[in-house]
């Protein structure tokens, strides 16, 4: 099981730290990958990364703004997020697959079968 935490409010132009932990080994997980959805819209994919975490994949929305990287011996994946936008306000989750099929692009949900709940990122002034 997974489970985001890390959100919370913030100024435009400012910077949050997202984690996703794993209850088992993370490393049973192919690829992780980093969701949003703001309210009325779909749920969108932000970035993935593998096993190892030396490939990584971003959405055009996000790219050179937000990180994406893991920790194995720590069991967590983070997503760092920096020059936010109100636009980047949404409920952030984290998913998990363990055959590969996320990895790459599009970063779709239908691709990740283990969610965790998400955690709420509000950018405002």
């Known amino acids: 099981q997974l489970q985001a935490f890390g959100g919370g409010w913030v100024q435009p132009g400012g910077s949050l730290r997202l984690s996703c932990a794993a209850s088992?080994?993370?490393?049973?997980?192919?690829?992780v990958a980093w969701f949003r959805q703001a309210p009325g819209k779909q749920r969108e994919g932000l970035a993935c990364?593998?096993?190892?975490?030396?490939?990584?994949y971003y959405e055009d929305s996000v790219r050179g703004r937000f990180t994406i990287s893991r920790d194995n011996a720590k069991k967590l994946v983070y997503l760092q997020m920096n020059n936010l936008k109100p636009d980047d306000t949404a409920v952030y989750f984290c998913?998990?697959?363990?055959?590969?099929?996320?990895?790459?692009?599009?970063?779709?949900?239908?691709?990740?079968?283990?969610w965790g709940q998400g955690t709420l990122v509000t950018v405002s002034s």
């Open positions: 998913a998990a697959e363990r055959l590969g099929y996320g990895l790459g692009y599009p970063i779709h949900s239908a691709n990740y079968d283990s």
């Open positions: 990364i593998g096993r190892s975490g030396d490939i990584s």
């Open positions: 088992g080994s993370i490393l049973d997980y192919t690829s």
